[in-house]
């Protein structure tokens, strides 16, 4: 197991098109968190789940934006009809369960819409 | 409202000299508190947990409640310090973690 792996690291799109991004992350993680980090941001929470379950979604992502984790390992972020603004570096973190352990980090996938 | 500031965005110090990297908190709950490092080209990774109070690299950071604070010290700056630093907040309530927006830290020759 090598850490959380994110596909593909480079996106770029046509505004308007969809794009998705799959995360894997360390096996016997349960928890599985998505974040969005722009220039000179910090990274910021866009959803989480644990296992299959989606527990959280934040304000921050519209209805074009969803987030599966089918069976509880792989997950997918899927954004429809992008926009120029949905470029980032989208994140992907996870952590074996609840509690002040931290996250481990992908590496990330930077979007850019054109 | 839930947040983690961090005051500076560049911090340039020169090697050999102390390093502060300033983090505030506002949370009202019960706050476990993180830095996270990101070196050039290299994925966001955990650096220490205030639970541990442990010394990695040199680095310590003692959580202060009466002040809100967190902040990251090295009493020696090395170059491969140079990297970009992240203050994070795990809000138990809502079992997330925050992050400020990140000091970047030059250390000079």
């Known amino acids: 197991d090598t850490g959380v792996s994110q596909d593909p690291r480079h996106k770029i799109t046509k505004r308007g098109q969809n794009v998705t991004f799959r995360c894997d992350p360390i096996?016997?993680?349960?928890?599985l968190y998505w974040y969005r980090q722009t220039l000179g941001q910090g990274p910021e929470f866009l959803t989480y789940?644990?296992?299959?379950?989606?527990?959280?979604k934040s304000r921050l992502l519209s209805d074009r934006f969803s987030a599966e984790r089918p069976k509880g390992s792989f997950s997918t972020l899927e954004i429809q009809r992008t926009e120029q603004g949905d470029s980032a570096m989208y994140l992907c973190?996870?952590?074996?369960?609840?509690?002040?352990?931290?996250?481990?980090f992908g590496s990330g996938t930077r979007l850019t819409v054109v | 409202a839930q947040r983690v500031t961090q005051p500076e965005k560049l911090l340039s110090v020169f090697k050999g000299a102390p390093v502060e990297l300033k983090c505030n908190y506002s949370?009202?709950?019960?706050?476990?508190l993180f830095w996270y490092v990101q070196y050039s080209r290299q994925r966001l990774q955990l650096l220490l947990r205030?639970?541990s109070r442990e010394s990695i690299k040199g680095f310590t950071a003692d959580l202060n409640k009466g002040e809100t604070s967190f902040h990251l010290k090295k009493p020696f700056a090395q170059e491969e310090d140079s990297a970009m630093y992240y203050c994070?907040?795990?809000?138990?309530?809502?079992?997330?973690?925050?992050f400020g927006k990140g000091t970047r830290l030059h250390i000079l020759p």
């Open positions: 973190a996870s952590s074996l369960a609840r509690g002040p352990y931290g996250y481990t």
């Open positions: 096996s016997e993680h349960n928890r």
């Open positions: 789940f644990q296992n299959e379950a989606q527990l959280e």
């Open positions: 949370y009202s709950g019960s706050p476990e």
């Open positions: 205030h639970i």
């Open positions: 994070a907040l795990l809000m138990n309530r809502d079992d997330k973690i925050i």
